[in-house]
T-cell receptor
Framework: DQQVKQNSPSLSVQEGRISILNCDYT??????FLWYKKYPAEGPTFLIS?????DKNEDGRFTVFLNKSAKHLSLHIVPSQPGDSAVYFC??????????????FGQGTTLQVKP | DTAVSQTPKYLVTQMGNDKSIKCEQN?????MYWYKQDSKKFLKIMFS???????INETVPNRFSPKSPDKAHLNLHINSLELGDSAVYFC???????????FGQGTRLTVV
């Protein structure tokens, strides 16, 4: 049972345009969401996060939007750059009183930004 | 300096062998994790240790045994390796209560 889903395996955009990566989740206990970026032969690196008490978090070119009622979040990258080409993983966590730091990951979306 | 380092980066071994993967972090974190990325690219947590204490143990065969000699190290020992153990294994660390984990570069294990 996959609790975090990224239904688009890949996305291709032109340099300078907006990239929108989507993520859906099923567990209503999730209250913290993260995006990780991964280059080939490297480990995932943290990109941006959002708490369930917010609906938007912005960091430079990266913005994450959270729609709790739809159990959906998205990552916007604008403007997209060729160096953004990587696999993007959505992850979720349920803090609660026994926060273990456990992350539930989606299966990733491969973003290609064309020059 | 590498924050979370794993050795080896690649490991090719025969079925039935026993192997270990080492992980060290120099971030001063108190919690360390092992994740497995299977052939379908899903990243799934296997174990988590906080200050050398096991706090997460997902449904993992008992052939897999994590060992944490101190809070900066979390090693993964695998007995009687099987073909299905082939995957990329990632070590990670964080402060407990902070889910923004830092990952190592991964160890690609191939069992032949």
């Amino acid at each position: 049972d996959q609790q975090v889903k990224q239904n688009s395996p890949s996305l291709s955009v032109q340099e300078g345009r907006i990239s929108i990566l989507n993520c859906d989740y099923t567990n209503s206990m999730f209250d913290y969401f993260l995006w990780y970026k991964k280059y080939p032969a490297e480990g995932p690196t943290f990109l941006i996060s959002i708490s369930s008490i917010k609906d938007k978090n912005e960091d430079g070119r990266f913005t994450v939007f959270l729609n709790k009622s739809a159990k959906h979040l998205s990552l916007h990258i604008v403007p997209s750059q060729p160096g953004d080409s990587a696999v993007y993983f959505c992850a979720a966590s349920a803090h609660g009183s026994s926060n273990t730091g456990k992350l539930i990951f989606g299966q990733g979306t491969t973003l290609q930004v064309k020059p | 300096d590498t924050a979370v380092s794993q050795t080896p980066k690649y490991l090719v071994t025969q079925m039935g062998n026993d192997k270990s993967i080492k992980c060290e972090q120099n971030l001063g974190h108190d919690t360390m994790y092992w994740y497995k990325q299977d052939s379908k690219k899903f990243l799934k947590i296997m174990f988590s240790y906080n200050n050398k204490e096991l706090i997460i143990n997902e449904t993992v065969p008992n052939r897999f045994s994590p060992k944490s000699p101190d809070k900066a190290h979390l090693n993964l020992h695998i007995n009687s390796l099987e073909l299905g153990d082939s995957a990329v294994y990632f070590c990670a660390s964080s402060h407990r209560g902070n889910t923004e984990a830092f990952f190592g570069q991964g160890t690609r294990l191939t069992v032949v």
